[in-house]
């Protein structure tokens, strides 16, 4: 089955500063989300994404499914960002979850 | 408001014991999903189900069995034959299934928390 790899497994930043988040994945996609998972577990849906560039407020997401990778960009972090993101992807028979990026932002 | 209702959000059984985790969506979906997920890991599917009296194992399903009765229902349970069922499960729905061409997003609900003694 397909393969999803996301980097960095953990990031720590000051709040205001800004990242990227990766995901890699091993086949040709059609549908690939983005999720956000809050310290008490509630995931929250971010982008779905499954081609080209979306922006919501101080996220915005990018996927180039012709290079097998998506990319999701946090600016001016704030310490409500911390928690765990996770890619999904997969085609119309089946989806997986990466493997998570944890994000912790200090004060 | 339009969401997906899990309940208990935690409970505890003694070893053995067949308990059942309830998911209910108002969301008028197709499709609903259960996947669970362990301590500083990734969620895996258990089981997924895209119309009414009709549903697929994922990739974990051994120890678990569902029914899908009603449009609005998606109940789990969590059998004795589960060697470890310790972990947080949660449930999902999407407007179309699985099969389908358009946009499959997903929706979560807060999840359950099951803790076997």
């Known amino acids: 089955g397909i393969q999803v790899e996301q980097s960095p497994p953990d990031l720590i930043l000051q709040e205001g500063a800004n990242s990227t988040l990766r995901c890699n994945f091993s086949?040709?996609?059609?549908?690939l989300q983005w999720f956000h998972q809050n310290p008490w577990g509630q995931l929250i849906n971010l982008f779905y994404i499954p081609s080209g560039t979306k922006q919501n407020g101080r996220l915005s997401a990018t996927t180039v499914a012709t290079e097998r990778y998506s990319l999701l960009y946090i600016s001016s972090s704030q310490t409500t960002d911390s928690g765990v993101y996770f890619c999904l992807t997969g085609t119309a028979s089946k989806l997986t979850f990466g493997t998570g990026t944890r994000l912790q932002v200090t004060l | 408001d339009g969401g997906i209702t899990q309940s208990p959000k935690y409970l505890f059984r003694k070893e053995g014991q067949n308990v059942t985790l309830s998911c209910e969506q108002n969301l008028n979906h197709d499709a609903m999903y259960w996947y669970r997920q362990d301590p500083g890991q990734g969620l895996r599917l258990i089981y997924y189900s895209q119309i009414v009296n009709d549903f697929q194992k994922g990739d974990i399903a051994e120890g678990y069995s569902v029914s899908r009765e009603k449009k609005e229902s998606f109940p789990l349970t969590v059998t004795s034959a589960q060697k470890n069922p310790t972990a947080f499960y949660l449930c999902?729905?999407?407007?179309?299934?699985?099969?389908?061409?358009?946009?499959?997003?997903?929706?979560f609900g807060a999840g359950s928390r099951l803790t076997v003694l």
């Open positions: 086949d040709s996609v059609n549908n």
């Open positions: 999902a729905s999407s407007v179309p299934g699985l099969s389908s061409s358009g946009a499959n997003v997903l929706t």
